[in-house]
């Protein structure tokens, strides 16, 4: 065997190994889906809801984003509210640790009363959600700057329609939160909320209420001035 024989042979190897492995991947995923997290949702809903129960759903990162700085400062003002965070890890933490993440979060979440998105959510979505729990998508930007979700569907940056509703990202949504009602139809598109209509509301986006804060808004112009003197009788 030639060298360029060997290394097309072993440039085969490979694209097997990982064709398999992404195989391997997809049907474990649609069993955790499918059958692992409902089974254990349904199992743990038979418990009744903790009033007061509040969970912060994270994705990736490992504290609190910025997307759910005020509204956890905001809640925990409230005494008869137990908040908790929850982050899942992906992208962090080994395929088999995020699997038991994801499991630890859905037994939390079968007795909260409130749930609070700043993501796409296939873990929540593929749960047989009791109606006594709301779910609130504060998603993690303001606007509509991309396309994402079924907005992107097909397309050469974006996956299958067949792909993106194998495994829905935006079910069981009590209410979506967006900054303008001119954004509502991209995000009811992205979503597929389009036949719930009304679920998706321009209240405005919780991030950005620190500029409403007059306070805030001194400290801020107060340390602009002390870092850029010249900026004191400028607009900022």
């Keep these: 065997m030639t060298e360029a024989e060997s290394k097309e042979q072993k440039t085969l190897l490979q ?63 409230r005494p008869n509210l137990n908040l908790e965070f929850i982050s899942l890890g992906e992208t962090r933490v080994r395929l088999r640790c995020y699997y038991r993440n994801c499991i630890t979060a859905v037994k939390d979440i079968a007795t909260a009363q ?6 796409a959510s296939n873990v929540v979505s593929c749960l047989p959600l ?12 303001c ?10 569907a097909d397309l050469i940056f974006g ?12 079910k069981n ?10 954004v509502v139809w991209a995000y009811e598109e992205a979503m597929v909320l ?6 998706v509301q321009s209240t405005g986006v919780s991030r950005t209420d620190v500029f409403f804060d007059d306070e805030y ?13 010249t900026a004191a009788e400028k607009k900022i």
Aim: charged letters at 25%; hydrophobic letters at 40%; glycine letters at 6%.
């Design 217 to 229: 808004l001194a400290a801020g112009r107060s340390k602009i001035q002390q870092l850029v003197p």
């Design 114 to 119: 409130y749930v609070f998105l700043n993501d």
């Design 159 to 170: 996956g299958s329609r067949k792909e993106i509703l194998r495994h829905p990202f935006y």
């Design 143 to 152: 606007g509509a700057f991309k396309k994402w979700g079924m907005s992107t």
């Design 194 to 199: 389009q036949d719930e209509p009304g679920l």
């Design 173 to 182: 949504l009590s209410l979506v939160t967006v900054s303008s009602p001119e």
């Design 130 to 141: 009791r109606p006594e729990t709301k779910v609130v998508q504060l998603w993690h930007g």
């Design 15 to 77: 694209r097997m190994r990982g064709f398999a492995l992404r195989q391997v991947r997809a049907r474990a995923k649609d069993v955790l889906l499918w059958f692992v997290l409902p089974t254990v949702y349904r199992r743990t809903a038979k418990c009744p809801v903790a009033n007061g129960k509040v969970v912060f759903l994270e994705n990736k990162e490992s504290s609190l984003p910025e997307s759910f700085t005020v509204m956890w400062a905001k809640l925990s003002e």
